[in-house]
DNA sequence: AAATTTGTCTATTTACATTTC
DNA sequence: GGAAATGTAAATAGACAAATT
């Protein structure tokens, strides 16, 4: 018996248990994420002391402790020794990417897709190609090392993406996803802590939290990551490894400074970090930022994507690996069946051989400044970050909108984007502020009518009596 | 302190624990697999009961069993209440499905490569689509479930492999084991059993490993699951679905009755199981036999893929779902970001449409049977199983040979094969066979090579002298 | 058929590490 | 800077369930 009487204790979360012929500790798990998911204890709460909720539910501490760490499993929690349990910022937001519906005509401002104006140098190399004697040969399978010339016409473009490498070190990938994927489950385990900026891309939250490895925040100045962040995280959490975007962070578009890239290269070296440098948005930059990995190539994983720069339909991705990560590289991608495809991997590397590849890209950094003009034109007067060449914005709402609920709001009157929530790691409260994907919508009118649809959401006085 | 003196007592294991500063659990699990993978105990052996263990090592049962657990994820061990703890099969074999290596030329018949004699329908429809005006389209995003006609030839390709089915079932992966991973990880969740061959595709153990999904071998009766088998694992262990390949069982080659197959549906419905059925291996068959889906449309999800039968290039699957499980599955293949490449999807279509689809099977036929005579000639007086259309063999070892040393022997040789232990679920000792592949071998005379280093082998009365 | 063997699960005790105040 | 607050992990006891004899 509780020893204590609670009634007029003001506990966050009062938990009424019905005991089942259930494990407690799971039926305790259930209910929490019962009431997580249906709002009867908010994000951003803080939960009881675990002693304190075991007093009242008369059960043992670890018994709490277990049913806490389910929820945490799921991603509805987050404890921290000292401060308490708290219940996530994303706990409510579906962790799916969801694909553009079809049922009812949406306007896609979520999803970051690359522009796709025009793709004739891409059916310039097809033609060719298919006229060749022996194109017949590249529907065999594919290897995660593809052909020499294939790996130096890697070198060449990701050279010009601001790092230079050598073929020895060259894997290619479906597309960058695949590729995080590849480096996630072949270099680090189940278990293995990652530092990461405290809003990052929700893929890497997906699939590190498939994978069993936790996300750890790295503490910012000046909206990157400070040396002490680092350095606190090794120290305290013992992280094995770093995840940067170095060029237009997702979701916040910043460009990480010069100072910061040598830092983060010092202390990889230091520390003994591995570093995923995730490098998936350098070419909308006019000129090219030197990278992380030049800095410390040995500590450095790069991953070069032409998914949103080039075409998403070739699926192509690159990994440059430091040679002691390369074999298991190797494996992940040979055991995942994520081989390239060797016909796309041939129109791609052609294209960077005949330099054709620029030019198309030069086409979409045009299309994107003008969908960008677009964006200026309609929602310039409010807070919106990123350059004319980033293909999408970090839109810090007026203080009268929450997030999430603009999200909501915007939903319902068919415009898709992401509220901030989608992108935390940890347990901050994440700025009020939307991402706006410019290039995703299948035509500028349609970018246009989206950005329409916002102002007016901006522009109406009392969002709440719309509920 | 122990009570027994275990000195003249029989263990099959008996670790020496020096109790480090890292937990007892993991100090114990870090023995037994460093033993397993020394040699020092073998797969197959009982370990003893845990709480003799504990007795021995003065420690709780419980710590062992944690111990255990540790190894068991790990696949280096199957313990069941009333038997006892055995060491797998399969913990000495490697889980990585290997690519074929460069370094040192090697006969490759262990990995299942389709036929690559020749692809000129592919090439006459890629020439085709490259001269239309609107190439261009087909290098962006894919959906997962493409376009209406195309969900139209994929009917009409199922439908030649054995199933009726419509277009609205449809959706698309690269490739079939593509479409596995995105079954296990997208209708069936970690924790879930799924009944299997006790020798079953070592591409399905490795996923389910990943996806913690446990495998349940369904006992059989004539090369086929047995419908007590089934009913077993379905009230003892209380499998959530099966995953059965009829057509060609790999590695076994057995092709099922269609008794078993209208067992397989009768059962799937009554106990609602659902069902995987994968057709990989269907189109080798002249003639289709008729689905498991045919008959329990509701409960089974059919898998079919181009890969083995067509050219591994397109790296293109199809999957037919029932509707209850389409949108979870739709979900789960744009999740991982597995959509299908539009233009290899384009061409496969129209490959199907124009029929010419089936010239392109049949020369791989032709060409298959013109390989499995050649086995016929070399090594036709041993216990080959498998018909003259099948891409693989099974191999009964005669009784001197063990398995797993065979394949060991031939590698030497400079010929990949697999042993039986590659496939097995459970704890049954495997029979003493290797799988052979036929197609996979890049012409002719290098399979010609192989096969008569294998006779070579085969021939030498002591193999153990080679050593 | 009943008793025994054997693995598994849960709640607990206890010691510990980190953060906060 | 030390005490208190707070979450975590290991080892254990004991009840339980399945398989064997």
Redesign the pocket.
Known sequence: MPVNSFENYPMSWRPKLKRGK??????IAKQLEDDIKEGIVLPGTK??????L?DFLD?????I??A??QC?LKGLLT???????FVSYDATTNSYIMPRNNDFELIEMASILPDLNSSQEIVEKLKQISLEPDVGNLFTYGKPDGALWQREAAVEIIKEAGYKTTENKILFSNGGQNALTAILSGVFKSGDKIGVDPLTYPGMKTTAKMLGIQLVPISQQNGEMSKEGILYACQ??GIKGLYIIPDYQNPTTHIMSNECRKMIAEVAEEKDLIVIEDSIYSFLLEEPRKSVASYAPDNVIYIYSLSKTVAPGLRLGYIVSPLKYKKDLFNALYNMNITVSPFMLEIASRMIVSKSIYKLMDRHRASTRERNALVEKYLGEYNIIGDENCIFKWFILPEKFDALEFENLAYKKGVRIYSANKFIVGKEKPVNAVRLAVTSTSSIEELEKGLIILKQLLESESIYNIY
Chains 1, 2 share one sequence.
């Open positions: 259930k494990a407690l500790y799971l039926t939960l009881p002391p675990q002693r304190e075991a059960v043992n501490v670890s018994t402790s277990k806490f760490k945490e404890a921290t020794i000292g401060s308490g349990t305290q959490e």
